[in-house]
């Protein structure tokens, strides 16, 4: 099993650019999560989702958009890329939505917005 | 409003001088409290899951204790390969599915 994969690991954007993280599981989880995790201020929710066709904003989800059309893909959309937006971003999945349920993590996607 | 908040943020041991982090939460019905470490450069790895007050779990060198309103992260005689990023995170009984983080602490273990 490859678990979570993120792609691409690393990407610079230009302001105003647009762009699309992958994230693909192969454990059958149905809750999938975004996360960035900036300097001094941890890891924070963008967007989740409890299965395929479910989606909710998580703690900071301006400026992102997501999709859940299957079970193993929930890719993270920029619609126009900021400088705000340069960050390490995570995407993290669980078997499911409800209990208490440990999340497996991707490697991280390093996003650079000039 | 659910929150976790680490201490210190920053820790540094000698090879064998034990110590623990702490980790205080608010949350609305505890669902699970969780601690993960995480690698320069990685992502985030699962340690312990603690689900109520009085709690403990162990993993070599590592105990988890959780209380209702704090955990800790013993950490007895470490190792420089202990050092890493330990983050505390908790999932709640209300508002949806999300896992909330505690911004970490940072432990460097010098040989």
């Known amino acids: 099993n490859a678990g979570v994969t993120q792609t691409p690991k690393f990407q610079v954007l230009k302001t105003g650019q647009s762009m699309t993280l992958q994230c693909a599981q192969d454990m059958n989880h149905e809750y999938m999560s975004w996360y960035r995790q900036d300097p001094g201020m941890g890891l924070r929710l963008i967007h989740y989702s409890v299965g395929a066709g479910i989606t909710d904003q998580g703690e900071v989800p301006n400026g992102y958009n997501v999709s859940r059309s299957t079970t193993e893909d929930f890719p993270l959309r920029l619609l126009s890329a900021a400088p705000s937006q340069t960050s390490v971003y995570f995407c993290?999945?669980?078997?499911?939505?409800?209990?208490?349920?440990?999340?497996?993590f991707g490697a991280g996607s390093r996003l650079t917005v000039l | 409003e659910d929150q976790v908040t680490q201490s210190p943020e920053a820790l540094r041991l000698q090879e064998g001088e034990s110590s623990s982090l702490n980790c205080s939460y608010t949350?609305?019905?505890?669902?699970?409290l969780f601690w993960y470490r995480q690698d320069p450069g990685k992502g985030p790895e699962f340690l312990f899951t603690l689900y109520s007050a009085g709690e403990e779990k162990e993993k070599e060198r590592l105990k988890a204790t959780l209380t209702k309103k704090e955990s800790f992260l013993h950490i007895t005689a470490p190792k420089p390969e202990d050092s890493a990023t330990y983050l505390c995170?908790?999932?709640?009984?209300?508002?949806?599915?999300?896992?909330?983080f505690g911004a970490g602490t940072r432990l460097f273990v010098k040989a």
């Open positions: 949350v609305s019905g505890l669902r699970g």
């Open positions: 995170a908790v999932q709640a009984g209300t508002g949806g599915f999300k896992t909330i």
């Open positions: 993290a999945s669980s078997p499911e939505g409800t209990g208490a349920n440990v999340l497996t």
